[in-house]
T-cell receptor, first 113, second 113 residues
Framework: AQSVTQPDIHITVSEGASLELRCNYSYGATPYLFWYVQSPGQGLQLLLKYFSGDTLVQGIKGFEAEFKRSQSSFNLRKPSVHWSDAAEYFCAVRSGGSYIPTFGRGTSLIVHP | DADVTQTPRNRITKTGKRIMLECSQTKGHDRMYWYRQDPGLGLQLIYYSFDVKDINKGEISDGYSVSRQAQAKFSLSLESAIPNQTALYFC????????????FGPGTRLTVL
């Protein structure tokens, strides 16, 4: 069965600092991987996704993520965080044989001025 | 106009009451989903539907039912609401085939007293 772990419940960074949010998945074959962002009072929005090919994926809002098969990870990064990036971030995984993604528990990003 | 809409956005009800949450989409997607979000637990799948005649239980379907009235409409019902069903509820859609990126509505905050 597929599963996702986001080890960090909360992350606090200063505006302008770099950011890395961790995501580890459990699935035997190459999974489909996603990062979603939930801003306060809103639904989830897709930031980026990985299916195959280049393991470094670019997304919206200046985010990127790198798929590392050897570490079963798909960490989200941003070189310089803006105050508007404060939100909840969810990693999700879907196996090739299932149409239903499994979501992690989320990481809450707090941005200090 | 939003592609995925949910009504109501907020609802307070009493234990034992029947309540319906509605979801409509203009994306033309075949697949629709209902999720529940509780703080620290991420998203849990309640029900999903891959077309009008297809309804499937998710991981936490007990106490809930759904109706797929049309391709564009997917309703979630709580037949007899209980306090531990207090949560944020999201509807989502995805396109048949491909990556199955999910598109979320803004959510309905339900409080059961």
């Amino acid at each position: 069965a597929q599963s996702v772990t986001q080890p960090d419940i909360h992350i606090t960074v200063s505006e302008g600092a770099s950011l890395e949010l961790r995501c580890n998945y459990s699935y035997g074959a190459t999974p489909y991987l996603f990062w979603y962002v939930q801003s306060p009072g809103q639904g989830l929005q897709l930031l980026l996704k990985y299916f195959s090919g280049d393991t470094l994926v670019q997304g919206i809002k200046g985010f990127e993520a790198e798929f590392k098969r050897s570490q079963s990870s798909f960490n989200l990064r941003k070189p310089s965080v803006h105050w508007s990036d404060a939100a909840e971030y969810f990693c999700a995984v879907r196996s090739g044989g299932s149409y239903i993604p499994t979501f992690g528990r989320g990481t809450s990003l707090i941005v200090h001025p | 106009d939003a592609d995925v809409t949910q009504t109501p956005r907020n609802r307070i009800t009493k234990t034992g009451k029947r309540i319906m949450l509605e979801c409509s989409q203009t994306k033309g997607h075949d697949r629709m989903y209902w999720y529940r979000q509780d703080p620290g637990l991420g998203l849990q799948l309640i029900y999903y539907s891959f077309d009008v005649k297809d309804i499937n239980k998710g991981e936490i379907s007990d106490g809930y039912s759904v109706s797929r009235q049309a391709q564009a409409k997917f309703s979630l019902s709580l037949e007899s609401a209980i306090p531990n069903q207090t949560a944020l509820y999201f509807c989502a859609t995805s396109e048949r085939g491909g990556a199955d990126t999910q598109y979320f509505g803004p959510g309905t905050r339900l409080t059961v007293l």
